[in-house]
């Protein structure tokens, strides 16, 4: 156990990397107000998410905050998804290690839905999880009414396992907690 911990300290994730579509790169305190209007206050964004549309570009400031301290921490790595041909703030991936696993949040501005980019975004975060010593699986959970979701999942080469429980308070649509499909893609399948 010490050693997956000494491991997990010396994760070392790229700040930055391209994709045929994106440039993923780590949030800047400056980046809040493009993160607000892209997607952070839209409501059917986050219909399915675990937080709020956010009332005020200050929410936003205060998250981008806790998304720098977090990486510092190595508790959650964070990247902005900048279109390449436009330069233009898209949305944001997340990947949570855990011990030997890593779990995956995302979101996407609306006006880009449906055009392939959020699979790329998890194609790429997946292939580099893979390649850090500790990860034996990378994991993800969605509303099961979330079916956008789940496809991105699938295309990127994840598994569904399952359906957890009332796993996840999405406080948009419920006050209780919702059910979740359960994908995943681990070091040997
Ligand atoms: C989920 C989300 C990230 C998808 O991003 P995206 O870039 O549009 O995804 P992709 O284009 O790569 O793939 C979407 C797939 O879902 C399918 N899809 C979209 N809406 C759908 C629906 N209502 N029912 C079934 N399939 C749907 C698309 O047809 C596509 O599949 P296909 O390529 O086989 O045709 C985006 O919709 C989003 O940000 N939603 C709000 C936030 C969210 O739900 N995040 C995930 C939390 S678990």
Not at 42 to 53: F, G, I, M, Q, S
Not at 107 to 131: I, N, P, S, Y
Not at 136 to 143: M, N, S
Request: aromatic content about 10%.
């Amino acid at each position: 156990m010490a050693h997956l911990l000494k491991i997990d300290f010396l994760m070392n994730p790229p700040e930055s990397f391209h994709t045929a579509r994106l440039l993923l790169r780590k949030p800047r305190p400056e980046d809040a107000p493009l993160i607000f209007a892209a997607y952070a206050q839209d409501a059917e964004v986050t219909r399915y998410l675990t937080w709020p549309p956010h009332k005020t570009v200050g929410v936003t400031q205060a998250v981008v905050e806790r998304l720098l301290a977090a990486w510092q921490s190595g508790a959650e790595f964070s990247w902005l998804l900048f279109s390449r041909a436009g330069d233009e703030l898209v949305g944001a991936i997340s990947a949570r290690p855990d011990g030997h696993r890593i779990d995956l949040g995302y979101v996407l501005a609306r006006c880009h839905w449906t055009q392939g980019l959020m699979t790329e975004a998890v194609l790429a975060v997946v292939q580099w999880a893979l390649t850090e010593p500790s990860v034996f699986r990378v994991w993800a959970v969605c509303d099961t009414e979330n079916p956008a979701s789940g496809r991105v999942l699938e295309k990127a080469g994840l598994k569904r396992e399952g359906i957890l429980r009332q796993w996840a308070l999405h406080p948009n649509i419920s006050a209780t907690p919702r059910d979740c499909f359960s994908y995943a893609k681990t070091r040997n399948a």
